[in-house]
């Protein structure tokens, strides 16, 4: 067998980028925010952690339906995400806890949904977060989610 033609295809199989459907499920970050996408996809759904090195502080989980409920009474903040208004809460556990989390849901159309958290270590952290998950791309136009 020669080498050569298989050297050939590999050098350009690694030098041509490619991006796996499941690459493309994620929305784009903000530029610059030096956080990168860890995705994990279940039954209906995906979920798209943004890391700072190891730890999580931003999560979109894309479904066809939300799976939290928001209540009015922890609404914090008014915002946006894209072209999509939101309101952003504090979940029941932060409330209760202290920490410092915001949760929205954006209704993307068809039936698909967009969770979008942040988690962060104090105030000025998480006003930062809120701008990058605010700078985030969520699009109507996001592919079909594997929605199994």
């Not at 700072?52 to 209540?71: A, F, H, K, Y």
Request: hydrophobic share 40%; charged share 20%.
């Amino acid at each position: 067998m020669n080498k050569f033609p298989l050297l050939g295809l590999l050098a350009i199989a690694w030098a041509t980028p490619q991006a796996s459907a499941q690459d493309a499920i994620c929305p784009a970050l903000p530029a610059g925010s030096n956080l990168h996408w860890q995705q994990q996809a279940g039954n209906g759904f995906t979920v798209c952690r943004a890391l700072d090195g190891e730890r999580q502080v931003i999560g979109v989980m894309l479904t066809s339906s939300p799976t939290v409920n928001l209540q009015r009474r922890n609404r914090e903040e008014e915002g946006s995400i894209g072209a999509y208004e939101v309101h952003w809460y504090q979940p029941e556990i932060a409330v209760s806890t202290g920490e410092r989390k915001r949760v929205t849901i954006v209704e993307l159309g068809d039936d698909r949904y967009a969770q979008v958290w942040v988690d962060a270590a104090n105030d000025a952290e998480l006003r930062q977060l809120v701008s990058s998950a605010e700078g985030t791309a969520l699009s109507s136009r996001e592919p079909t989610l594997a929605l199994c």
